[in-house]
């Protein structure tokens, strides 16, 4: 069981990172890979692909999100930050479609691995 955790979180680790450099490039094509990847690292059935797909969508988001804080910390842009409810609305649009493409990524691995 220990060895199914390790390989869950190091596949959503890879796959979060693979998102990050893959969809700055190509935006719909970067989560999917990135859950696909994550997917076919975490062992287990097909749910088990999904959910490590939607941890590295989550992962992917988080580290998104750090860098729009840090952007908008900046002096040139520190006028906007009472702006602060579009940035969440942001935060949910990205979590939605970085997670949403990456489980069904991480969907599609497990179901072509099939344990």
Not at 88 to 114: C, E, P, Q
């Amino acid at each position: 069981m220990d060895e199914l955790k390790k390989n869950f979180w190091l596949g959503a680790g890879i796959g979060g990172l693979i998102i990050i450099i893959i969809d700055l490039l190509v935006p719909f094509l970067g989560p999917l890979l990135g859950g696909f990847i994550a997917g076919i690292i975490a062992k287990g059935g097909v749910m088990n692909a999904g959910k490590a797909g939607l941890a590295a969508g989550v992962l992917a988001t988080i580290v998104i999100v750090l860098v729009i804080l840090a952007e908008m910390a900046s002096s040139s842009i520190a006028a906007h930050l009472p702006h602060l409810g579009i940035g969440y609305i942001l935060f949910i649009t990205i979590t939605m479609y970085l997670a949403l493409f990456s489980f069904f990524g991480g969907l599609i691995a497990g179901a072509i691995r099939k344990k």
